[in-house]
């Protein structure tokens, strides 16, 4: 699986933005997709994920009820849709591919795929 994340810019907090992740190549569908993300002198952290059949989404703890993911199978597509946005979400974010089980998915290491990573800026 090919994966290309964009969407990324430079916004205010409280502002939203929607990041897309577009994947190519192997049946996109028979995997699970993840977003993480990195800010400066960070480790790289687990963000949202969406289940293979779209119905079962994870979220961490820092971004729930302000972020949304979501499929969309037959535009081999992941969104990640940010609202309330603030300074703290500033990073590079990634989207990958995998099929980790469930104790697993925040687990960067659980992921075979990874896009090239698009930055977030949110300034306040």
């Known amino acids: 699986v090919q994966l290309q994340a964009f969407g990324g810019g430079l916004v205010q907090t409280g502002d939203s933005l929607r990041l897309s992740c577009q994947a190519s190549?192997?049946?996109?569908?028979?995997?699970?997709i993840a977003w993480f993300r990195q800010a400066p002198g960070k480790d790289r952290e687990f963000v949202a994920t969406?289940?293979?059949?779209?119905?079962?989404?994870y979220y961490a703890d820092s971004v729930k009820g302000r972020f949304t993911i979501s499929r969309d199978n037959a535009k081999n597509t992941v969104y990640l849709q940010m609202n309330s946005l603030k300074p703290e979400d500033t990073a590079v974010y990634y989207c990958?591919?995998?099929?980790?089980?469930?104790?697993?998915?925040?687990?960067?290491?659980?992921?075979?795929?990874w896009g090239q990573g698009t930055q977030v800026t949110v300034s306040s």
């Open positions: 969406i289940r293979v059949s779209g119905s079962r989404t």
């Open positions: 990958a591919a995998g099929k980790p089980i469930l104790s697993s998915i925040w687990n960067d290491k659980m992921y075979n795929y």
């Open positions: 190549g192997r049946t996109f569908s028979d995997y699970g």
